[in-house]
Nanobody, 127 residues
Framework: QALLVESGGGSVQPGGSLTLSCAAS????????IGWLRQAPGKEREGISC????????RYTDSVKGRFTISRDNAKNMAFLQMNNLKPEDTAIYYC????????????????????WGQGTQVTVSS
């Protein structure tokens, strides 16, 4: 059974940092581009970052650019989202997702039609 499991969420004060992890099981992330998305209360789900299958090409939405860093470790079958200088507006449930990238290994988009999704992890930024 293919699964993605996020971890690392929690509550932090504004300006703080968190690192989210995404562990895959039942399939290899080697063949997939990975995205991180979030959904804040009362808002639509938003794609915020992605990393390509090969060469680690990354993309970020403007609201997180310069503060968040996406990475992947194929040997561990995991992906990560380092979040710095967190703001109250970053409060949301964060999801990792994976999309098969057999024909476009150097491309990703945070708003892709993902094949697999995690269950989400809550991030709350509040003083």
């Amino acid at each position: 059974q293919a699964l993605l499991v996020e971890s690392g969420g929690g509550s932090v004060q504004p300006g703080g940092s968190l690192t989210l992890s995404c562990a895959a099981s039942g399939f290899s992330l080697d063949y997939y581009a990975i995205g991180w998305l979030r959904q804040a209360p009362g808002k639509e789900r938003e794609g915020i970052s992605c990393i390509s299958r090969k060469d680690g090409i990354t993309r970020y939405t403007d609201s997180v650019k310069g503060r968040f860093t996406i990475s992947r470790d194929n040997a561990k079958n995991m992906a990560f989202l380092q979040m710095n200088n967190l703001k109250p507006e970053d409060t949301a449930i964060y999801y990792c997702a994976a999309v098969l990238a057999a024909t476009a290994p150097y491309y990703c988009t945070p708003v892709d039609n993902f094949d697999y999704w995690g269950q989400g992890t809550q991030v709350t930024v509040s003083s």
